[in-house]
Structure formats: structure tokens, C-alpha cells
């Protein structure tokens, strides 16, 4: 199984990007999917999360500017981020998980000027 997350990039405060999470090698659809992001000198963190059926949950620091979606016949799943702030700057991973299974993408930056 791979998770592959791409969509990060340089963007100015008050901009959007759209991070992208495709699987490959599972029943994508058995999988929750969380979003995680790491600042430097920072902690790990839940942005966003969706179950395997479409129930979402999102950090108090992100709620209102990012919805994280998926489509289960394309294996992706999507964090569209709104109204970006400086603070938002970090490696963003995803995250499927059923049960005790659990696997990680590779990171991709997101970078937001001032």
C-alpha cells in the first residue's frame, strides 16, 4: 500500500491550495483518512479528518477555511485549504487507518508568505 500526497506550494496569506492523498494496493474505501501537518520544532497535529463514510472532523484552527473530501473511486482524498494564514506554514501528511492498520504518505510542504 502507498499513500501519495502532492499539492503543497508557496502561496500568499488569504490564498488557496488544494492537497491531494492517493492510495494505491488497498480497498481505499475500508480507510479513514486524516490530514496531519508538522511545523518545524513542532508536534505532529490533526488538521482534518473523514471516516470511510464520509463523516468529517476538523481542528478548531482550521475550521471555517479547509474541507478535507474524498472520492473512494479515484482512491484520493482532498484537503482544500481557504484563507491561508503564515501560521498554516508546515509538512502536511496523510494518514488511512482500519483498526490497528495504519499508513503514512510522504509529506509535501505548504509555505504561506506574509
Known amino acids: 500500500v502507498q499513500l501519495q500526497a502532492f499539492g503543497g506550494g508557496l502561496v500568499q496569506a488569504g490564498g488557496s491550495l488544494r492537497l491531494s492523498c492517493v492510495a494505491s494496493?488497498?480497498?481505499?474505501?475500508?480507510?479513514?483518512v486524516g490530514w496531519y501537518r508538522q511545523a518545524p520544532g513542532k508536534q505532529r497535529e490533526l488538521v482534518a479528518s473523514?471516516?470511510?463514510?464520509?463523516?468529517?472532523s476538523y481542528a478548531e484552527f482550521v475550521k471555517g477555511r479547509f474541507t478535507i473530501s474524498r472520492d473512494n473511486a479515484e482512491r484520493t482524498v482532498y484537503l482544500q485549504m481557504n484563507s491561508l494564514k503564515p501560521e498554516d506554514t508546515a509538512v502536511y501528511y496523510c494518514?488511512?487507518?482500519?483498526?490497528?492498520?495504519?499508513?503514512w504518505g510522504q509529506g509535501t510542504q505548504v509555505t504561506v508568505s506574509s
Open positions: 494518514k488511512a487507518s482500519l483498526a490497528s492498520i495504519v499508513y
Open positions: 473523514i471516516s470511510n463514510g464520509g463523516s468529517t
Open positions: 494496493g488497498t480497498i481505499f474505501s475500508f480507510y479513514s
